[in-house]
């Protein structure tokens, strides 16, 4: 187990150790867990190889899993069924999986550049939000501290498209906010 995990197998949520494989089979759960045993039982060889092929298997599904980037959002929200798993155990698992996400991005990237794609993705999603539900451009300078100006002191984007027609320039996510309110002036080329 990694010093990273130490701590976290305690928090680990699985509530149907007898559910369908996923990533990992049961034999790979208990060997991350070093639970039973398993390890005692095998080869340093053996170690190694079972250690390499999880890692292939969970690249893939680090691959993989951007194609729930995919999926409607209604599918997304029947992911985890409430007679499946409680309110506290969905928690934990979406906390074990922004934690797991942070872990991987961590290993290869510093907290800046972490910071910066996840403020882009709230502030995307509050630009799509506020466009979509409320008709108005959210002008955000840090989505991530909650930054985000409340509704009635946004400008609408018919204003935001009437300072675009009349020459000024407008920044990129007010492009998007137009995109995603469907009053772009140019959508094809947006920016």
Do not use: W
């Not at 976290?8 to 639970?35: C, K, Y």
């Not at 320039?169 to 309110?181: F, T, V």
Request: aromatic residues 6%; contains cysteine.
């Amino acid at each position: 187990m990694s010093d990273n995990a130490e701590g976290t197998a305690g928090s680990i949520v699985d509530f149907d150790e007898e559910r369908e494989r996923g990533i990992l089979t049961p034999h790979d759960r208990a060997f991350l867990l070093d639970e039973d045993g398993v390890r005692e039982e095998m080869t340093d060889n053996a170690i190694r190889q079972k250690r390499y092929a999880i890692r292939q298997r969970f690249k893939n599904a680090v691959v993989d899993i951007q194609y729930l980037l995919l999926l409607e959002e209604e599918d997304l929200g029947r992911l985890f069924d409430g007679d499946e798993v409680d309110e506290y155990e969905l928690g934990e698992v979406h906390g074990s999986l922004m934690a797991a996400v942070y872990h991987l991005i961590r290993a290869e990237a510093d907290r800046e550049d972490i910071l910066a794609i996840l403020n882009v993705l709230v502030a995307n999603d509050v630009t799509r939000e506020y466009a979509e539900e409320h008709g108005v451009y959210p002008p955000l300078e840090d989505a991530i501290a909650f930054d985000v100006p409340p509704v009635e002191e946004c400008p609408s984007l018919e204003a935001v498209r009437a300072a675009l027609v009349d020459g000024d320039e407008i920044p990129e996510r007010a492009h998007m906010a137009l995109e995603y309110g469907g009053i772009h002036p140019n959508p094809e080329g947006g920016l």
